[in-house]
């Protein structure tokens, strides 16, 4: 059983009582009407960690003691919940079902480090929830994990098991990075040489882009659209929205590859491309033309119907105008629009766009260059290149997802220690990224209503597999979640001694998930590849 004090992300009022609720064989789970899927991860969940059978019952009056019930109660706030363990047993409610799923996770807590086992220790172990009414509710609706697996595939199941991470910290947004110059991941039907073509790689820039080695063999992979719905539902069972980013119009060779008529084909040969092999900004972007426009108006038409979610990000990041400098195609259509330049042409892209999905009910994101040549109307920002982005949509009445790579680029190297493993960007520790700061004192009330919330990124140029992507996430990620859960106070003030002692319970958590975090002394000598260099990188890469 973990103290009362050991929750993490730190819940809003705890007050404890005198006694603990023992689960037992004959203990019952109620679900209420709206609750029942809650119910059916619950009584998975904890099956698979303590044996225990948690059998349905039939009312709430029926978990006597020792049970468990969920319900759900319109007085309380969509994500909001109330954990009550007494007498009676415990009751969860929440005022929807997101609710009550966050509370059964801080339920999940205070059964101790080993209700995260995926086997059970045996029928004979004590499992007991202390007496205590907690009620808690996030600071922001928008709690965000982006991971990239364009630059390294991760597989499906890895993607599951990371679903299941963000729900452990009460994350509820997986903003899904599906294409780069790197790699097309998305099957889509109509354009199937975006995967039998851009999926696939021949070869990939081992370790940072300075790097001079290089992992000689084929690097690819894709999900089919039963994969993308799978994810879809997985995390809907959790509560997590799916967010799929599709970055035009830069990042984009992987496509051209695929496609060359989609490239600047007036500027350069584009049938020579292939899926780019290293890392950077990439000059070979998407020709300005209707052909293009109607292209990608079919890969969303596929997604929308993979991704119910308000959604769709477009990117729109790190677009070099080079080519469209020289391409008089290019330039005939900034002269025929009237667009001015080319980041009036890059601007005029993303407004089609925003254009097409709002009329289809859904709503576009892109990073904070959409700015770049006007904003587009309704759109809202990604706002990674610091805060200066956010806060220029926010005073423009735009809603804002706070991801400044300074602060929360999770890629970025842990340490300045030569034994950190490829060593990139900033310097971040576990307390910069706890004193992280999402709303900028600049902002002032009405406009900081437009900061939906935050989002910590996982680019993963330099990692390899799911091992590096654990390594660089953790646990860090857990500073981040209760940042973005947390009603903290000003960073300053942040008690980090206090985190750090919760942490101490919470590593054990992760060990029983399986978690390859950093360790809090420093890299483990496994963790070192031979032949990588470990110097620190003078200055900061590029986002992607």
């Not at 364009?150 to 599951?160: C, D, T």
């Amino acid at each position: 059983m973990s103290s009362l004090t050991d929750v993490i992300p730190a819940p809003g009022g705890v007050v404890a009582g005198a006694g603990e609720v023992r689960l037992t064989a004959r203990s019952q789970l109620y679900a209420g009407d709206g609750v029942e899927g809650v119910g059916h991860w619950l009584r998975t969940a904890l099956w698979q960690a303590t044996g225990l059978p948690l059998r349905e019952g039939r009312e709430l009056d029926d978990t006597d003691e020792d049970g468990i019930g969920l319900q759900l109660d319109p007085e309380l706030g969509p994500e909001e919940y109330r954990l009550v363990s007494d007498a009676t047993g415990v009751l969860i409610e929440g005022g929807s079902a997101a609710g009550v799923f966050w509370g059964a996770q801080t339920l999940r807590q205070l059964l101790g480090p080993d209700a995260y086992r995926k086997a059970p220790l045996g029928l004979d172990r004590t499992w007991a929830v202390p007496h205590v009414t907690i009620e808690d509710t996030p600071r922001f609706r928008w709690r965000g994990l982006m991971l990239d697996v364009a630059r390294h595939f991760m597989p499906k199941e890895g993607v599951l098991r990371y679903l299941d991470l963000m729900a452990a910290h009460k994350l509820n947004v997986f903003h899904f990075h599906l294409t780069d110059d790197q790699g097309w991941r998305v099957e889509i039907k109509r354009y199937p040489k975006l995967t039998e073509v851009g999926s696939w790689r021949a070869r990939t820039k081992f370790g940072h882009r300075a790097s001079p080695l290089w992992e000689e063999k084929p690097h690819g992979g894709f999900y089919t659209q039963d994969d993308i719905r799978e994810i879809v539902a997985y995390a809907a069972e959790r509560h997590i929205t799916v967010v799929p980013e599709i970055d035009v119009p830069g990042h984009s060779q992987a496509a051209i590859a695929a496609y060359p008529e989609l490239g600047n084909t007036d500027v350069i040969d584009t049938t020579t491309l292939s899926v780019w092999d290293t890392w950077g900004i990439n000059k070979n972007v998407l020709a300005p033309t209707d052909n293009t426009l109607r292209f990608f108006e079919g890969v969303f038409e596929e997604l929308l119907d993979l991704f119910p979610g308000e959604f769709i990000h477009v990117g729109g990041d790190e677009c070099a105008k080079d080519q469209w400098r020289e391409s008089p195609t290019a330039q005939a259509r900034i002269e025929e629009l009237g667009l001015g330049d080319e980041d009036g042409l890059q601007s005029w892209f993303i407004r089609h766009f925003d254009t097409w999905l709002t009329a289809r009910g859904r709503r576009l994101i892109g990073w904070d260059e959409i700015l770049e040549g006007g904003l587009a109307p309704g759109a809202a920002v990604s706002s990674w290149r610091g805060y200066a982005g956010g806060i220029t949509a926010a005073r423009a009445g735009h809603d804002v997802v706070m991801c400044p790579e300074q602060q929360v680029y999770l890629d970025h190297r842990q340490h300045d220690g030569a034994d950190e493993p490829v060593p990139i960007g900033y310097v971040r520790t576990l307390e910069d990224v706890f004193r992280f700061e999402p709303v900028p004192p600049e902002l002032g009330p009405e406009e900081a209503r437009h900061v939906l919330g935050t989002q910590a990124n996982l680019w993963t140029e330099v990692m390899e597999d799911t091992g590096r992507v654990d390594y660089q996430a953790f646990p860090r990620l857990v500073a981040f979640a209760e940042v973005a859960w947390s009603a903290l106070p000003a960073p300053a003030e942040r008690d980090f001694a206090d985190f750090e002692r919760r942490m101490t319970a919470h590593y054990g958590r992760l060990d029983a998930l399986g978690v390859g975090y950093r360790p809090p002394a420093g890299p483990h000598p496994w963790q070192r590849r031979p032949g990588v260099p470990g110097r620190p990188i003078e200055g900061t890469p590029p986002k992607g």
